[in-house]
Nanobody
């Protein structure tokens, strides 16, 4: 089992920045990728950014060039640096950890942290 705890959400004005953190505990050796997803009111949860155990990153087009995902030295922490925030970035942001590959992928989720961007 893997437990994920997020922190760093809050209220910020458009154009501002926030940094989200997620710490994984438990059987972290089984994790092969971590990332961030978000869910706005009335919308489906969507990918924001992911990073694999080898350091490969992937971003949604809506955040590319504004957000940056990274891992801590201990590899059980993942960060999301969010710059040039827009009101449409307002959502609950969830930390994600994956084990397995393809059809055998299993997802672990954090409890979520609220990000609100005011115009």
């Amino acid at each position: 089992q893997v437990q994920l705890v997020e922190s760093g959400g809050g209220l910020v004005q458009a154009g501002g920045s926030l940094r989200l953190s997620c710490v994984a505990s438990g059987s972290i050796f089984i994790i092969n990728a971590m990332g961030w997803y978000r869910q706005a009111p009335g919308k489906q949860r969507e990918l924001v950014a992911t990073i694999t155990s080898s350091g490969n990153t992937n971003y949604s087009d809506s955040v590319k060039g504004r957000f940056a995902i990274s891992r801590g030295n201990a590899k059980n922490t993942v960060y999301l640096q969010m710059n040039s925030l827009k009101p449409e970035d307002t959502a609950i942001y969830y930390c994600n950890a994956k084990k397995g590959w393809g059809a055998a992928t299993y997802n672990y989720w954090g409890q979520g942290t609220q990000v609100t961007v005011s115009s």
